[in-house]
């Protein structure tokens, strides 16, 4: 049982903007910085967002991160039928002592 | 280029110990500053991370799994261990060894290995 939460599907079509939100409380996402992970199909997962906003070397600008209080969004702009994968938020938790990861969203291109 | 690699038996009988061992190539534990980790994902479920060490043995477990779970280091071989006690079949999971990405426990994971499916059946 995860202590944060994402919905479990977001979709769209080709070019459009899609947004997943990740709801946390404030031992976590209220107090650390999110992270963000790309994992496709039958594959290890991959930093898409690191401190909230920032994207790792290699990343597409496509990509972009953002947290007010307890919650957090990762945004996909001007979407691609690449971009067909889970993704998944995460964040240290002061209470628990240790890395607690969302639920996980499958974001499907339609 | 910085790889991971897990290694270790793909069947575990119930009740027994979960063994891996993370080969890290591409970057010394020894002198890193990074932490090294152990997250898992039970088939078709989210991820569930496990423990991390850093080089000089220091360890941070996930709470409800502290009373089983070992990780080790060993700075000589270039590799990290898990160990998983009195495993059950909610244990079954692919395992994923991985580096944080700076400095710092809390830091999150820019390098993976590539999993590894343990199966807990009799």
């Known amino acids: 049982q995860s202590v944060v939460t994402q919905p479990p599907s977001a979709s769209g079509t080709p070019g459009q903007r899609v947004t997943i939100s990740c709801s946390g409380s404030?031992?976590?996402?209220?107090?650390?910085?999110v992270n963000w992970y790309q994992q496709l199909p039958g594959t290890a997962p991959k930093l898409l967002i690191y401190s909230n906003n920032q994207r790792p070397s290699g990343v597409p600008d496509r990509f972009s991160g953002s947290k007010s209080g307890t919650s957090a969004s990762l945004a996909i702009s001007g979407l691609q039928s690449e971009d067909e994968s889970d993704y998944y938020c995460?964040?240290?938790?002061?209470?628990?002592?240790?890395?607690?990861f969302g639920t996980g969203t499958k974001v499907t291109v339609l | 280029q910085l790889q991971l690699q897990e290694s270790g038996p793909g069947l575990v009988k119930p009740s027994e110990t979960l063994s891996l061992t993370c080969t890290v190539s591409?970057?010394?534990?020894?002198?890193?500053?990074?932490?090294w980790g152990w997250i898992r994902q039970p088939p078709g479920k989210g991820l569930e991370w496990i423990g991390n060490i850093f080089n000089s043995g220091s360890t941070y477990y996930k709470l409800s799994l502290k009373s089983r779970v070992t990780i080790s280091v060993d700075t000589s071989k270039n590799q990290f261990s898990l160990k998983l006690s009195s495993v059950a079949a909610a244990d079954t999971a692919v395992y994923y060894c991985?580096?944080?990405?700076?400095?710092?426990?809390?830091?999150?994971?820019?390098?993976w290995g590539q999993g590894a499916l343990v199966t807990v059946s009799s």
């Open positions: 991985a580096r944080t990405y700076s400095s710092g426990w809390y830091s999150p994971f820019d390098y």
């Open positions: 404030s031992s976590n996402i209220g107090t650390n910085t």
């Open positions: 995460a964040a240290w938790d002061d209470s628990l002592e240790g890395h607690v």
């Open positions: 591409g970057d010394s534990i020894g002198t890193s500053t990074s932490y």
